[in-house]
């Protein structure tokens, strides 16, 4: 396996490896690096590709120089390799939604996490940083993304997660791929808030969506959270 580096928008890399072994078609598993006065991961990938996260961070900015470490929700791919972070970067902190810190990360991290409230910014230097609490959307009681208001990016984890082995951004349709994935996985909730919530995230106007599992989406990304929403709230309907 290798992890490529792309830039996505002004100061944000694609960290990307790719798994064939995964699904039908193979996995991209996806970390976003930004490079600004305090450097931001989001997703740290599971421990056994810490090499390789490592690596590609190290083509941008020395890793030592990490200051926050975030992620969307407690899941192995997405902060497993939390603790090795911590200690390869002396001052960064993890920072995650309230909720997440008490039920989970006071007890995994190997320092302290700082708490987000709803709403909450990261002022990064370039870049402002908007935490969002999405509670099990796509699931996960403590889910959350994370919203770059400078470059318009919605660091938006497993929503829109799609198989294959995709370029590192497109234009093209990915709401068409992404209820495949669901098909196969099942990975999402289905509550009367999924839909609701993914309409919130429209209303922000993202001009890119940084996907945890599949290209970044540099097309109508208001309208493509729309569409899910539809596709979700169907699931939903048929379910009951």
């Not at 960290?15 to 072994?21: A, D, G, K, N, R």
């Not at 030592?64 to 407690?74: K, M």
């Not at 919203?147 to 370029?167: I, K, M, R, Y």
Request: net charge negative; aromatic share 8%.
């Amino acid at each position: 396996m290798e992890t490529t580096v792309n830039e996505i928008a002004d100061g944000i890399y694609r960290l990307s490896t790719f798994v064939p072994e995964v699904g039908p078609t193979g996995f991209t598993f996806n970390q976003f690096l930004i490079d600004d006065d305090q450097p931001l991961l989001f997703h740290t990938g599971p421990r056994a590709m810490f090499p390789l996260v490592s690596e590609a961070i190290a083509t941008v900015l020395p890793l030592d120089t990490l200051r926050w470490i975030t992620f969307g929700h407690v899941e192995a791919d997405e902060c497993g390799s939390m603790n090795l972070f911590l200690a390869a970067a002396p001052e960064a902190h993890v920072a995650h939604g309230g909720l997440g810190c008490m039920v989970s990360l006071n007890d995994l991290a190997d320092r302290a996490p700082l708490p987000l409230a709803h709403g909450q910014v990261i002022e990064l230097g370039r870049h402002s940083i908007v935490h969002i609490d999405t509670p099990h959307v796509p699931h996960g009681w403590e889910a959350s993304v994370l919203f770059d208001q400078t470059t318009g990016t919605l660091l938006c984890g497993d929503l829109f997660t799609h198989f294959g082995n995709g370029p590192a951004t497109t234009s093209d349709d990915i709401v068409t791929l992404a209820p495949f994935a669901e098909d196969v996985f099942g990975a999402s909730c289905l509550t009367p808030n999924t839909a609701p919530t993914m309409r919130k995230l429209a209303d922000l106007e993202p001009t890119t969506l940084a996907l945890m599992h599949g290209s970044s989406f540099t097309g109508d990304c208001s309208q493509a959270l729309r569409d899910l929403a539809a596709d979700y709230e169907t699931r939903l309907a048929n379910a009951t």
